[in-house]
């Protein structure tokens, strides 16, 4: 079991820079591929960025596609989101997840995909 606390959110204005950061806790960081997902007031969670367990593979939603970059350090059992030209619509509670997975290269971009889950951290961008 993995136990995961997102840090990094706030209140920023369009065009601003965040980097969220997610902790986990346990010694099998590296057996999991790490997603980052998204959900707005009123709306269903979103898949945002997945990384595999090596960090040789990554995939983005096309609304964040050149703006965002995922990474992580499996040195120190975190992954992170990178988010740069930020818009008043990335507005929303930002989850960072894990999926076990045997694959070092796959990742997937389903809620469902994913075992464990953080508390989440709140972004909001003003127009």
């Known amino acids: 079991q993995v136990q995961l606390v997102e840090s990094g959110g706030g209140l920023v204005q369009t065009g601003d820079s965040l980097r969220l950061s997610c902790a986990a806790s346990g010694r099998t960081f590296s057996a999991y591929a790490m997603g980052w997902f998204r959900q707005a007031p009123g709306k269903e969670r979103e898949f945002v960025a997945a990384?595999?367990?090596?960090?040789?593979?990554?995939f983005y939603a096309d609304s964040v596609k050149g703006r965002f970059t995922i990474s992580r350090d499996n040195t120190k059992n975190t992954v992170y989101l990178q988010m740069n030209s930020l818009k008043p619509e990335d507005t929303a509670v930002y989850f960072c997840a894990a999926d076990k997975i045997q694959s070092t290269i796959v990742v997937f971009t389903s809620t469902s995909r994913y075992d464990f889950w953080g508390q989440g951290t709140q972004v909001t961008v003003s127009s």
């Open positions: 990384i595999s367990r090596s960090g040789g593979s990554t």
